[in-house]
């Protein structure tokens, strides 16, 4: 490796966007792309920790997906449109995504409580973060400096395919029976 890793820009407690600019870090659009950029650190984990192919496989999807979202939220609103990934297309994947999961497990009538597989909780763990997230790009889509809607749709489908694939995970840990908020 060539170079510094660290360029000592930010010292002064500002960041550069993609396009011309810079915000204090603390700001909500390097909150929103730093939410997302933790969602994907612990999908990473739910992803090591999987026990179905399938998991693994639809985890670093949206993995790769969350990666153009962080482009686009970190950029200016005069070059978003280039860093523009997330569609109606890669919110409509997600739909069928998880869809298709649901109809192959059993679907609790009532609130879970995580934890009954370590896989399954990890992706726990993540579709809270994406939920966060969800707010967040919420936030600066009504503040204006967010466009694309679809980011919103994304995260909130996202979620969605997480606690599936939670519920997917448990089962193929052998957890016939997850463990429900009122208890049984």
Do not use: C
């Not at 010292?11 to 993609?18: A, I, Q, R």
């Not at 933790?38 to 949206?62: F, H, K, N, P, Y």
Request: glycine share 8%; proline share 2%.
């Amino acid at each position: 490796m060539t170079g510094s890793l660290y360029t000592r820009s930010g010292d002064d407690g500002f960041t550069g966007l993609l396009g011309e600019g810079r915000v204090a870090k603390y700001m909500p659009q390097p909150e929103a792309y730093g939410t997302v950029d933790e969602a994907s650190a612990v999908m990473g984990i739910a992803r090591a920790s999987a026990l179905g192919e399938r998991s693994r496989v639809l985890i670093l999807t949206a993995q790769r997906d969350l990666y153009h979202m962080m482009a686009e939220l970190a950029s200016t609103q005069q070059v978003a449109e280039k860093f523009r990934k997330i569609d109606a297309a890669r919110v409509q994947w997600l739909e069928t995504e998880t869809d298709a999961l649901t109809a192959s497990i059993e679907f609790p009538r009532e609130f879970v409580v995580p934890g009954d597989a370590l896989s399954a909780a990890h992706l726990d763990l993540a579709r809270t973060i994406v939920r966060r997230a969800e707010r967040i790009v919420v936030h600066l889509v009504h503040d204006g400096l967010v466009e694309n809607l679809e980011l919103v749709r994304y995260l909130n489908r996202l979620s969605s395919l997480l606690f599936v694939l939670s519920l997917y995970e448990a089962a193929l840990a052998g957890v016939t029976s997850v463990t429900l908020a009122k208890g049984e």
